[in-house]
């Protein structure tokens, strides 16, 4: 299985939002850097087969943008262990649920994906490994994900994503 985890883009800053967190939308510079930092996920990554989320609407926002540009067709699953307040642990019996061959893209937050992804590859929590804002990662398990099992195909910034769309 191939796990892609990507940071939503930039969102309304928390003091100019006088909403709830989990309603903060991405600014206008947010969903136009994310795009291209998808588009240029095109020319490195596999073609997801399923697309989790977090039910946070600037991660919903930028799930959005990846069903676009990869063309995905109902295939987004709004997944709550993606939320801040669960343990990014709790993700792995989600995806231990889809195929030994599946590519599974996950869209949330920092610090969960940078922990989780830190978890697949080593098998504990790495302080300060993150991913940026619309950047991503890959991740290769070899069967079912498995804690510590994984292989890190690669980690990109959303500057160098944005680079290779328009290459």
């Not at 399923?50 to 990846?66: K, N």
Request: aromatic letters at 6%; hydrophobic letters at 40%; one cysteine or more.
């Amino acid at each position: 299985m191939k796990c892609i985890l990507v940071r939503h883009g930039i969102a309304v800053s928390r003091e100019a939002w006088l909403g709830l967190d989990s309603e903060r939308p991405l600014t206008s510079e947010g969903v136009d850097k994310t795009r291209g930092a998808i588009e240029g996920l095109l020319n490195i990554a596999d073609q997801p087969i399923h697309l989790l989320s977090s039910p946070y609407t600037r991660a919903l926002e930028t799930a959005q943008i990846v069903e676009d540009v990869f063309t995905l067709e109902g295939n987004m699953h709004v997944c709550q262990e993606l939320v801040l307040t669960h343990s990014p642990m709790d993700t792995f019996p989600i995806l231990t649920k889809f195929p030994e061959d599946a590519c599974v893209m996950c869209i949330g937050h920092e610090p969960h994906l940078g922990q989780l992804a830190a978890m697949m590859i080593s098998g504990r929590y790495i302080p300060g490994l993150t991913l940026k804002k619309a950047g991503a990662c890959a991740v290769q398990f070899e069967e079912k994900p498995k804690i510590g099992c994984g292989n890190l195909d690669w980690w990109v910034r959303p500057g160098l994503l944005r680079q290779l769309a328009n290459s």
